[in-house]
């Protein structure tokens, strides 16, 4: 196996990803209830791109705690059938299965997720990035193997208690893709899982999952 060859392949995906996400270049698509949500284009790919941007009246640790409570990912996170802890590697990295809720007539979607906490030392920013591993686990009958995805949450915290989040999302649904579908995935599924979002961190069970090592 080409060691080298995998390292550099790496380091371009990397690249291209943080480029596309750098890039100036959005179109405001919603803009409600406090919640903006920009898609673009990726050139020569059939990758659709969006940013959400919002605030959250709650704490680093507090969201944090909440986007690494897998298990109850399907309350909130938009059209989620359902979402399962698979591995535990440390308090701030896991893997998880997730499966989509699409109508009829297409089909489920489902993907698998390294996802990765880190916390910049000085500005106290948080970033909570997932990666797609597809081969992971056996494709299951009759639901749609998502291949290529990428997410990232950048968490920033104000002065007034508040976390300003933006949460960039690329994806190819795969299959026969209709627009409906492409619209769910990049705009009103980030729409709808902010709205959610909002009051699933005001739940009481998050008033004793803090994650330690997050400062806020």
């Known amino acids: 196996m080409n060691w080298k060859y995998i390292f550099v392949t790496l380091c371009l995906i990397t690249f291209v990803t943080d480029n596309t996400f750098s890039q100036n270049d959005w179109i405001l698509k919603t803009d409600k209830e406090g919640i903006k949500v920009f898609t673009k284009n990726i050139e020569n790919s059939s990758l ?97 193997r998502i291949q290529q995805s990428y997410t990232k949450w950048s968490m920033t915290p104000l002065q007034n208690g508040q976390v300003q989040i933006e949460y960039y999302l690329q994806v190819d649904p795969g299959g026969i893709v209709p627009a409906w579908l492409i619209n769910m995935f990049s705009t009103k599924g980030p729409f709808e899982t902010f709205k959610n979002l909002r009051l699933q961190v005001k739940k009481d069970i998050y008033d004793k999952m803090v994650v330690p090592s997050i400062k806020n």
């Open 48 to 144: 659709k791109v969006s940013k959400t941007v919002c605030v959250i009246n709650a704490s680093l640790s507090r969201i944090t705690a909440v986007l690494l409570d897998i298990n109850s990912s399907a309350d909130w996170v938009y059209s989620t059938k359902k979402a399962t802890l698979l591995k535990q590697l440390n308090p701030l990295e896991l893997y998880y299965y997730s499966e989509v809720s699409v109508p009829w007539p297409a089909s489920n979607r489902d993907y698998v997720v390294h996802m990765k906490v880190s916390q910049d030392e000085k500005t106290k920013s948080v970033s909570v990035v997932g990666e797609n591993k597809p081969t992971y686990l056996p494709v299951v009958k009759n639901i749609v």
